[in-house]
């Protein structure tokens, strides 16, 4: 069975310049999970949809990222204006679904972003 | 609100030692607790969960840990450290039976000595 993907797995671009990373979960989970993990530290939830809709968005910086998960399966996660603060690995997680007990959470390889 | 806090960003052991990597945790509701790992350049891998179950946990690879409420702790441990378990280790604690939201602590980064 394939694992969670994500691509782009490098980015670099400059600063003010928009990127997109792309996620698919694994089949049939029907929760996914967007984090960014700075470098030197653990993971932070940006977002996490349940299907189609976004059940926790509150550490998402609305004013430059979105995000979206159409039809409830893969999602694609934007930064419009980049800034030099956004380096990080950006981690896609997918699981069964909210309200299965300790529900086990499987990521993706990530994606690298280095804005200069 | 929860926390975790790994002691130590970056732990050296010999090959065959015993591994043994600190987390403490902050809670108001019983916790539910994880370690995970990261290998260079890939995403997190779940070793074991503490669930209110059995308070020693085993997980993967080797590895076990052990809930301790009075110390407030879940660390990491295993008897032979291998060369291949050179990581990054992150201890997480969720307070929400789904783990749908999960806090990491910082991470441990484990070296291994031949």
């Known amino acids: 069975e394939a694992g969670v993907v994500q691509s782009p797995r490098y980015k670099i671009i400059e600063k003010k310049q928009p990127v997109a990373f792309w996620c698919n979960p694994i089949?049939?989970?029907?929760?996914l999970y967007w984090y960014r993990q700075n470098l030197g530290q653990g993971p932070e939830l940006l977002i996490r949809y349940e299907n189609e809709e976004a059940v926790d968005d509150s550490q998402l910086p609305k004013d430059r990222f979105s995000a979206e998960r159409l039809k409830g399966v893969d999602s694609t996660l934007k930064i419009q204006p980049a800034e030099l603060g956004d380096s990080a690995v950006y981690l896609c997680?997918?699981?069964?679904?909210?309200?299965?007990?300790?529900?086990?959470?499987?990521f993706g390889p990530g994606t690298r972003l280095t804005v200069l | 609100a929860q926390s975790v806090t790994q002691l130590g960003s970056h732990v050296s052991v010999s090959e065959g030692a015993l591994v043994l990597l600190r987390c403490n945790y902050s809670s108001s509701v019983p916790p539910y607790l994880f370690w995970y790992v990261q290998y260079p350049n890939q995403g997190l891998q779940l070793l074991l969960k503490?669930?209110?179950?059995?308070?020693l946990v085993k997980g993967i690879n080797g590895f076990e840990a052990e809930f301790k409420k009075s110390e407030t702790s879940f660390h990491l441990t295993k008897p032979s450290a291998h060369m291949s378990d050179a990581a990054e280790y992150f201890c997480a604690v969720s307070d929400d039976s789904s783990a749908s939201k999960i806090i990491f602590g910082s991470g441990t980064r484990l070296s291994i000595r031949p």
């Open positions: 997680a997918s699981s069964l679904g909210a309200g299965q007990y300790t529900d086990t959470q499987y």
């Open positions: 089949s049939g989970h029907n929760t």
């Open positions: 503490y669930t209110s179950a059995a308070t």
